[in-house]
């Protein structure tokens, strides 16, 4: 897989058919360990029947395209960090 990504956009993805998992974070367990509660959980996928595969297996994840969690990601980091990020 490959992924070019900008501030604003994703610029090239490789299969463009990728895919990631995410998994709702619990708020206390990412602060006491974000590695473990959140980024474990969070992988690339060539397609979604592969994404989907992982996520049957593993509850609170789901998948989305690499353009729907580049926008969710900034979302999240507008909203935690618009103090620092203007």
Request: charged share 20%; proline share 6%; glycine share 0%.
């Given at each position: 897989?490959?992924?070019?990504v900008a501030s604003e956009r994703v610029e090239r993805v490789?299969?463009?058919?990728?895919?990631m998992s995410i998994l709702l974070p619990d708020a206390q367990a990412v602060q006491k360990n974000v590695v473990t509660s959140f980024c474990h959980s969070?992988?690339?996928?060539?397609?979604?029947q592969a994404g989907e595969s992982w996520v049957a297996k593993h509850t609170g994840t789901?998948?989305?395209?690499?353009?729907?969690?580049?926008?969710?990601?900034?979302?999240?980091?507008?909203a935690q960090y618009r103090d620092v990020l203007q």
């Open positions: 897989m490959r992924l070019t490789e299969p463009v058919s990728a895919q969070v992988h690339f996928f060539p397609s979604r789901f998948i989305l395209s690499i353009h729907k969690a580049h926008v969710l990601a900034r979302l999240k980091n507008e």
